[in-house]
């Protein structure tokens, strides 16, 4: 079974959100770049749990500069087998999804998995798109896939609940919590990704469908009003005659 | 202007975050409904009151299908001739609009959160709600999926008519073999009040103080991360950067420190009331109301009084 796990770089989570360039671009110093939590714990790891179970490959792809070579060291550390970096910047999710498309269709795989969004755009927009160009079933939101063969029976978070879905492959699929758990490599993971390929491809020409002109924090969080915790009257005063939300 | 607005009402029900997109649309321009299933004609006609003049609904799909549904809203949209094309960004909003998207080549503005500015750019939410960033799309044909709970809805009196559609939707792109309801009548990703705790509850058998505020308030109950993670609670309930990200008017949140990961996925409610025993927690920068106590005695306290104020309405 060969499989491609899309791996976005993401910052730290607990980056600190500024903008610079007249609030043009995100301001990068000090920031520590890591594999998006989604495309690293659910995708990648629940992709080398179906290697383990059926045999086959893992195979890593990122749109992406030289900059980005650490985050895939780390997919590669984790067990991925090879990476693939499609050099460009990344431009929009549709020059992105074009991208991954592109060498999907001339490497042919089972299994495309994505995250289910990246933790700095949350767009959940490149696995469906992929899917649409790869003429492909898309998979979104799923929590849990167990293969048979080639046929997968997968959960999907459905509005109220779960459903629970049959397919063949090939298909692409978006991860969400509940697909795997987290891995921490090892240092013989680490020691093994230094000399494991990673294959660096030119982009294939295509145009971005949207730009990001501007961003903005969002407005100063006035000061939190205590209310004694005696007095829970007063609370329910304030919800229910200032803030109305009651 | 054209706008298709898709909204999903294969449980029967038009649910509020559609009535949003829908009303959303018809403040860009003359607005047509696209749905399928099986839900009635007059329910449907009632979209008029969001501001949709149109309903096209297809009686053959039944399913949550992304690919059959992509191709039903492709109809839909040379039909119409639409050039803005609307979502909600909840679960079918994922799985849809960027499969529109790529079929029409359109570019998709996802999470956005107001009408699009004069320049035609539109407002999303970035960086798991920290960041707001303003997104233009170049292609002719435009895609918004907006996020729930971020536009209010004015109804006024309408009736939208209604046209069955019928379209080339291929083929299926699987089989459904089970579907498993969630528990608990309030779904928390569109709940509008919040009850949440956290470690600070010691233990999950603590939990009925929870329950018993969430149910006083009609509220759904949500919880920190390291309380599903240990099992206190079921996944679905977990809210954060990780979990669920919810945008209620009214989240309450006891015993939870409020890391920078929990504040990613409540951060977009309207107020936030935090009870913890610390008077250092983080959570309290992000609060507005705030309570230095005991949740064990804050929570019975503050349930009592919201039953009083209840009794009284």
Known sequence: MKLLVCISKAPDTTSKIEFTDNDTKFNESGVQYIVNPYDEWYALVRALELKEQNGGSVTTITVGTATDDSIIRKALAIGADNAVRIDSEAGDAYYTAFQIAEYAKSNGFDIVITGKETINYNGSQVGGMIAELLDQPFISLATNLEMDGTTATINIEMVGGVEVVELDTPFVVSAAKGMAEQRIPNMRGIMAARTKPLEVLPAAPCDALVSFEAYELPPAKSDCKYVDPENMAELVDLLHNEAKVI | ?313
């Open chain 2, 1 to 313: 202007m054209s706008v298709l607005v898709y909204i999903n009402t294969l449980n029967g029900k038009i649910a509020k975050n559609a009535m949003e997109a829908v009303q959303y649309g018809s403040k860009i321009g003359a607005t047509t409904v696209v749905t399928n299933g099986a839900i009635g004609e007059s329910e449907l006609a009632t979209l008029g009151n969001a501001g949709a003049s149109k309903v096209l609904v297809n009686r053959v799909l039944t399913s949550n299908d992304p690919a059959q549904t992509t191709r039903l809203i492709k109809a839909a949209a040379e039909s119409v001739s639409a050039n803005t094309i609307v979502f909600s960004q909840d679960i079918t909003g994922k799985a849809v609009a960027p499969r529109v998207s790529a079929a029409l080549k359109a570019g998709l503005a996802s999470g956005a959160i107001a009408l699009p500015d004069a320049d035609g750019t539109v407002k999303v939410n970035v960086f798991s709600g920290k960041a707001f960033g303003k997104v233009k799309i170049n292609s002719a044909i435009k895609v918004i999926a907006l996020t729930p709970n971020s536009v209010g809805v004015e109804e006024e009196s309408g009736v939208a008519s209604v046209e069955e559609f019928s379209a080339d939707l291929g083929n299926a792109s699987y089989t459904v073999k089970e579907v498993k309801k969630q528990e608990g009548d309030i779904l928390l990703p569109e709940a509008e009040l919040v009850v949440s705790a956290g470690r600070g509850l010691k233990g999950p058998e603590n939990w009925g103080i929870v329950e018993d505020l969430a149910e006083s308030l009609g509220a759904a109950t949500a919880c920190s991360r390291p309380v599903a993670d240990i099992g206190w609670r079921p996944h679905h309930e977990h809210v954060g950067q990780t979990g669920v990200a919810i945008r209620p008017n009214l989240y309450i949140a006891a015993g939870i420190s409020g890391a920078i990961q929990h504040l990613a996925g409540v951060n977009g409610s309207k107020v936030i009331v935090v009870i913890n025993t610390d008077p250092e927690a983080p959570f309290f920068k992000a609060a507005d109301y705030g309570i230095v106590g005991d949740a064990f005695e804050v929570l019975p306290k503050l349930t009592a009084e919201i039953q009083k104020l209840k009794a009284q309405n």
